[in-house]
């Protein structure tokens, strides 16, 4: 039986893309014996070399990246939820499942499931809480998801030519970054979700100090 697991990373970030990541497989114990687990749970080393295995070990696999810039766009007519899902579609839709395990962030993992069903016309569709914990080819989805990302936040970060962090509003390096970024031209840096509360507030006040200015 052809499993497909799907997950995401980076979908709280300030900065940088939202990567969804898919995987299919049909025997869970090379997965097993990759020792796959929650990304979040694995430290980057770990994530890097399980990459690799995964990549080795499955019939197929893909992520599908998300800009900041896009997010915003889609944010004008859709919850974060429903964009999320629609990638989940885009990257499942790749290659043929006959079940589909998906790490939820709805409330109701039932309505979640449902949705995918219809967008996907038809399909056994099992969406979880905590799916990363609960199955393998979801682990390795968020594995490919983490590591992905990781990187492209590597390469923004090198574009701007200074430290970055995370991209999380709880990662002081990311605010201070974005921070003086507005404060010297007025605007977020490329790569920010300027939909994001905590932006959008930096973005006031720096408009609120050049007003008492004058």
């Known amino acids: 039986m052809m499993q497909c697991g799907v997950d995401?990373?980076?979908?709280?970030?300030?900065?940088?893309p939202l990567v969804v990541g898919a995987v299919w497989c049909d025997d869970e114990t090379v997965l097993k014996g990759i020792g796959v687990k929650d990304s979040k749970k694995l430290t980057p080393s770990a994530?890097?070399?399980m990459y690799d295995e995964i990549a080795a070990s499955v019939p197929h696999w893909c992520t599908v990246p998300i800009s900041a810039e896009q997010i915003d766009e889609r944010m004008k007519t859709q919850s974060l939820n429903m964009i999320e899902l629609d990638v989940f579609v885009e990257a499942v839709g790749r290659y043929p499942?006959?079940?589909?395990y998906a790490d939820c962030p709805d409330v109701d993992t039932d309505r979640f499931a449902n949705i995918?069903?219809?967008?996907?016309?038809?399909?056994?569709?099992?969406?979880?809480?905590k799916a990363d914990d609960l199955y393998p080819v979801v682990s390795?989805?968020?594995?490919?998801?983490?590591?992905?990302?990781?990187?492209?936040?590597e390469d923004i970060q090198r574009e701007f030519g200074c430290p970055v962090g995370?991209?999380?509003?709880?990662?002081?390096v990311t605010v201070a970054f974005i921070e003086k970024w507005i404060k010297d031209n007025g605007r977020a840096p490329p790569h920010t979700r300027t939909s994001w509360e905590p932006v959008k507030k930096m973005i006031s006040a720096r408009?609120?100090?050049r007003i008492s200015d004058w």
Not at 8 to 16: N, V
Not at 97 to 100: E, F, Q, T
């Open 8 to 16: 995401e990373a980076g979908r709280g970030p300030m900065l940088g």
């Open 97 to 100: 499942s006959d079940v589909i």
């Open 116 to 129: 995918m069903k219809v967008k996907l016309n038809g399909g056994n569709v099992v969406a979880a809480h």
């Open 207 to 209: 408009h609120m100090t």
């Open 47 to 49: 994530r890097d070399r």
């Open 140 to 153: 390795a989805a968020s594995i490919m998801a983490k590591v992905t990302r990781d990187r492209m936040i």
């Open 166 to 172: 995370s991209g999380y509003p709880s990662d002081a």
